[in-house]
């Protein structure tokens, strides 16, 4: 009996060291991040078109109040912060202009990008406009570019990251699926629908493989986004509005705060 006691008391410790260390580490990485400085790159879905509130002096980038790195910013107050990301940015801007803030001493870099070289703006205006089969080999063209040239242009994107920036950890965040499926709604097709939700999957596939194969973490928020798709009647997703076409199909104020943020500081 005692040996039995013995034992229990022995496993117990160190099942408690081991969850002790195991939080630290991860506030120790935690800290790393917030000491070193964090960097926000990429596109429309990170400098928050969708959301207003945007930073004046950000100009077309519309850069937001509400997007999720400033949020993160404000949750964690690194010890520096810069904010990048730029609407419409494809993987050729971010090389050419967002990449100034890297250092040896930044400590996190979040980063989405690949919707806009994949075409994505211009695969929404075909399915919106013209039928189900001219938007389905719209996507087909979409994702031939997804296999054949947007995982070299991620290469160097992500190599250029880890050689400015050699200590930091990287959160490459994906796209969600834009419609809930199965439900009675206005606008596309059901076959629209269901092709544009995997055409976002196939995206996020070749980025989150990408992320991987460069030591990245790669943040799905597909999941966070479940039951807040178009066509929800929850949606953290603005459909099409026709007075601004620009926000359109992007993420709302919530969709930043309850579907990006959770999974970046998750990630960080």
């Known amino acids: ?4 006691r ?4 022995v496993t117990s410790l160190l099942l408690a060291v081991g969850a002790a260390l195991t939080g630290a580490t991860a506030a120790q990485a935690s800290e790393t991040a917030v000491s070193g400085g964090y960097v926000a790159l990429g596109d429309s879905y990170s400098s928050g078109v969708g959301t207003g509130s945007y930073i004046s002096s950000s100009g077309d980038c519309k850069r937001s109040t509400k997007a999720y790195p400033y949020l993160w910013n404000a949750a964690h107050a690194p010890s520096s912060f810069t904010f990048a990301a730029c609407s419409g940015a494809r993987t050729d801007e971010v090389l050419a202009s967002q990449l100034g803030g890297l250092s040896s001493s930044t400590g996190l870099v979040s980063i989405s990008v690949g919707g806009n070289d994949a075409g994505f703006a ?3 205006t075909t399915c919106v406009l013209n039928s189900d089969s001219t938007c389905l080999s719209r996507i087909n063209t979409a994702k031939a570019y997804v296999d054949s ?10 190599s250029a990251i880890r050689s400015k920036a050699p200590n930091a950890r990287v959160v490459v965040l994906g796209y969600p699926r834009f419609y809930q499926l199965g439900t009675v709604c206005l606008g596309l097709s059901e076959t629209k629908r269901a092709a544009i939700n995997d055409a976002a999957d196939y995206l996020d596939s070749a980025i989150a493989k990408r992320a991987a194969d460069h030591g990245f973490v790669f943040g799905d928020v597909r999941t966070t986004f479940t039951g807040h798709e178009i066509c929800s009647g929850s949606s953290w997703l603005n459909s099409l509005n026709w007075l601004n076409i620009g926000e359109s199909y992007h993420p709302t104020a919530a ?3 309850g579907g990006y943020l959770p999974v970046l500081t998750n990630a960080a």
């Open 122 to 124: 211009d695969v929404m």
């Open 149 to 158: 040239t947007l995982p070299g242009k991620l290469d160097t994107v992500y």
């Open 1 to 4: 009996m005692r040996r039995s």
């Open 255 to 257: 969709g930043h705060s």
């Open 6 to 9: 013995f034992v229990v008391f």
